[in-house]
């Protein structure tokens, strides 16, 4: 296991080894990991004039889920509190956590308070993300915001080759995922109590449209979705619970054998109102399966990435990994527990 530095050092001479191979209409990203955690809370009684308006946060832009509500004139002067951090590194596990003490959620008696964790973690190969909200005895002003969101993405630069397959020559790649985790929004459906929650994994392709390999949500008092198709063997549902593991393929993008191409993979846990979106341990990338022009299989190949991740065998290390998900476990475990005690 290489530590920081030799890491850093072995993926800049892989990167420096695809780069002279490129065309000039390859890519030439370098690798990278980003990690956010937000929490905002609060009654919205705001010193805007006219008021605020709410938008997804642009440092989000990447990930295809847009339910993320962000007051778009500042959080503290429309009436919230908490933010959204983001962290970016060359080398991981990075990981980042957010926490929002109970804050008011309205000027009138009985309007409750609300509160929430986030954590997230990226390593090339694997991410983790999960959001808690939770809020007290009591309904919500009208203006109130109460949602948790945690993100994370990897970045890299791949290049296949083989003595089967010409150089330069079409191809394809298909991208496998193991993903398991739970999201819980408990308590029957009734005016003014909010809970909301989803999970969604995203690929990028080579500077394509970004590809949503899967979506989960649950919501208060319903019954648990994945994609919007019947739920794939390995998930149980019941009301306000969604729960399990499974593989999940994104399939068939184009390469060119010998020339490198970028991957993005994003994974996020939105939690908003009384709800819990747990994939911290979760979205490994298990497996590229390649193909030649004409879609014959090819099992004899070599791949090497920007990083100096081996996508073929398993990423990454478990401890390192271990040790991450303790330390971003201590962070959420106030808000985690009382969750489960509403």
């Not at 832009?61 to 962290?87: H, K, M």
């Not at 009985?110 to 509160?115: C, E, K, S, Y």
């Not at 109460?146 to 010409?166: E, G, H, M, N």
Request: glycine share 14%.
């Amino acid at each position: 296991m290489f530590d920081s530095s030799m890491r850093l050092v072995h993926s800049i001479a892989l990167l420096g080894i695809s780069l002279a191979a490129l065309s000039p209409f390859a890519s030439a990203s370098a690798a990278s990991l980003d990690v956010y955690a937000g929490v905002i809370g609060g009654s919205g009684i705001s010193s805007v004039p006219g008021g605020c308006s709410n938008a997804p946060p642009p440092a989000l832009s990447f990930f295809s889920f847009t339910g993320v509500a962000w007051p778009v004139e500042g959080i503290a002067a429309c009436g919230y509190s908490g933010g959204l951090d983001q962290v970016t590194a060359a080398t991981g596990p990075l990981g980042l956590g957010k926490s929002l003490a109970p804050v008011s959620l309205g000027a009138a008696p009985g309007t409750g308070t609300f509160d929430g964790t986030a954590q997230s973690i990226a390593d090339y190969g694997r991410l983790g993300a999960t959001a808690h909200a939770f809020i007290g005895t009591g309904r919500p002003g009208g203006n109130s915001m109460f949602q948790s969101i945690a993100a994370a993405k990897f970045s890299d630069t791949l290049t296949a080759t083989s003595p089967v397959v010409a150089a330069t020559s079409a191809g394809f790649v298909s991208y496998q995922f193991s993903v398991d985790g739970s999201l819980t929004s408990l308590g029957a459906p009734e005016p003014f109590y909010f809970g909301e929650t989803y999970m969604v994994l995203d690929l990028q392709h080579q500077g394509g449209p970004t590809y949503q390999v899967l979506n989960a949500t649950v919501r208060r008092g319903g019954i648990g979705t994945i994609s919007n198709r019947p739920l794939p063997a390995g998930w149980t549902t019941s009301q306000g619970s969604l729960t399990g593991g499974s593989t999940f393929f994104a399939r068939d993008f184009p390469i060119v054998w010998g020339q490198a191409w970028d991957v993005k993979v994003g994974l996020v846990a939105w939690a908003y109102g009384t709800a819990d979106s747990n994939f911290l341990s979760t979205a490994k990338l298990t497996g590229l399966t390649l193909y030649d022009a004409n879609h014959n299989l090819v099992s004899n190949f070599s791949l090497s990435a920007a990083s100096g991740t081996d996508y073929i065998s398993a990423v990454p290390e478990p401890q390192t990994w271990a040790l991450w998900l303790l330390g971003l476990a201590l962070i959420g475990g106030r808000a985690a527990l009382r969750f489960s005690r509403r």
